[in-house]
């Protein structure tokens, strides 16, 4: 009586296993090396460990794992390999499993402790090898080391660093965005997913290429924003806040935040978003604000500036689109703003006081350009062009005093002029899609009896989207 209620003990015990959610096991790790130290034991009790503290399945304990193996006459030998493993896995529904061995362990003379863990992970309902690293493990050390101390501290360094990271890559959390209200943001993953709150995801904007080499469909994926679990509402969906990113929208994929270099760190993602330098479809709006330096005129109409080269205020705006990374085309305008100032005294003919102000003002419009050294980092060099026309308005004023009255005569000649500009100018991404820059210009405005030439600086702000 006492085996029977032992044995529906057991069955019950693996009918719940069987019907739990992502149900992984380490089988017995191999030790191919003979005198391993203890490591192949240890590692094994490490990557369990590592399962359990991760939440992210329902591991099966060793004591039933060992039940499972015994049951399939495999107890004898300890070791399970994976043909054998996939029909465990069917028949007691364990979804993956681990397998370890311990190919090579070695004490040098020199006294380098050195090692080869080879790990993988099995989809055990596909037979798909998820993941499979061999981890090199060396180090010196002193000729009067505990040898076996020293092999456990080594592997334990390596779980920390490396074999973590690692798995938490081949088991992310992945799913998508089923509503947003505001930055309140909803997915389809929860507690059976190992959603926990303060976990991480990536949106994922996923975009569809072709490969030129062999024509054949390529999914690119490329994260977009990050977001924040809140709260685990059920076994199926977790409530986000939104920290950072782009727009997203309904039905983009999510992903757990990777850890190791081949994904994108979850505070990476802010750098990522702002490096995200130019690409073909984006328009730039950008404003400036500064002053030509060193103008000169000859030939105005009534003499000024003549001589004196003086400085002026500049204004304008442009709009550019990029045809590509490195070239875009639009439209700019500015104005300048320059005043000579000529003040005098006279006597005679009743005149007691007069001075006069000569001033001019100019309005381009051209046809734009600029040419970008470097497309991807968020600090870019580039060089600015346009060819346009422009008005050019000379303007005095005369104020003089004839007794107790005064008098004020204006006057203004205009006339239309061709210009270009070519200079040298940066430009730094401070923020998703705002940038900030400076440019200089050499400036020529083609006027009727002579030439306009002045050098311009300009602090310049940005806004750039993309309209595809």
């Known amino acids: ?98 397998f370890g061995e311990t190919n090579s362990v070695s004490w040098s003379e020199k006294n380098v402790a050195s090692a080869a863990l080879q790990i993988k992970v099995v989809d055990m309902e596909t037979a798909n090898v998820m993941f499979s690293k061999v981890y090199n493990i060396q180090e010196q050390q002193n000729k009067n080391a505990d040898k076996k101390a020293a092999f456990a501290s080594m592997l334990k360094a390596k779980f920390k660093k490396d074999i973590s990271n690692d798995l938490i890559n081949a088991f992310a959390v992945e799913g998508s965005i089923i509503d947003i209200k505001g930055k309140r943001v909803t997915i389809d993953a929860g507690r059976k997913n190992g959603v926990v709150r303060g976990m991480e995801f990536n949106v994922i904007e996923r975009t569809e290429k ?15 924003a990050l977001l924040e679990v809140t709260d685990v509402v059920s076994d199926n969906s977790s409530i986000c806040k939104f920290k950072q990113g782009e727009k997203i929208k309904e039905g983009m994929f999510v ?59 500049l204004w ?88 107790s009255n005064t008098y004020v005569e204006r006057e203004t000649k205009s006339e239309s002029a061709y210009s270009g500009n070519l200079g040298f100018g940066l430009e730094w991404d401070f923020a998703n899609n705002f940038s900030v820059g400076v440019e200089g210009k050499y400036n020529i405005i083609k006027l009727e009896k002579s030439n306009l030439n002045f050098v311009s600086v300009a602090v310049e702000l940005g806004y750039r989207f993309g309209l595809f």
């Open 210 to 224: 072709t490969s030129s080499r062999t024509g054949e469909k390529i999914v690119v994926d490329t994260p977009v």
């Open 316 to 403: 304008g705006a442009k709009v550019l689109y990029y045809l590509n990374s490195y070239l875009g085309l639009g439209i700019d305008f500015y104005m300048t703003d320059r005043s000579d100032k000529d003040s005098y005294d006279k006597e005679g003919s009743g005149l007691k006081l007069g001075y006069s102000n000569y001033s001019f003002k100019t309005n381009v419009i051209s046809l734009a350009g600029r040419v970008n050294l470097n497309k991807s980092s968020n600090i870019r060099a580039f060089i600015p062009f346009a060819v346009g026309i422009s008005n050019f308005e000379h303007r005095c004023r005369h104020a003089y005093q004839i007794g």
């Open 1 to 98: 009586m006492k085996k029977i209620l032992m044995s529906l003990m057991f069955v019950l015990s693996v009918s719940v296993l069987a019907f739990a959610e992502d149900n992984i096991a380490v089988f017995p790790f191999e030790n191919k090396a003979g005198n391993d130290y203890g490591l192949t034991e240890l590692a094994e009790n490490e990557m369990t460990s590592l399962l359990v503290n991760q939440k992210r399945f329902t591991v099966i304990e060793r004591k039933d794992l060992n039940k499972i193996l015994q049951e399939q006459h495999l107890s004898n030998s300890g070791i399970v390999d994976i043909n054998q493993a996939l029909k465990i896995g069917k028949i007691k529904g364990i979804r993956y499993g681990v």
């Open 255 to 313: 992903k757990q935040v990777q850890i190791d270099d081949r994904y994108y760190k979850a505070e990476d993602i802010e750098k990522m978003l702002i490096k995200r330098g130019i690409k073909a479809g984006d328009l730039a709006i950008y404003g400036y604000f500064g002053m030509g330096i060193a103008e000169s005129v000859k030939d105005d109409p009534w003499g000024a500036s003549n001589e004196d080269s003086k400085n002026s205020i």
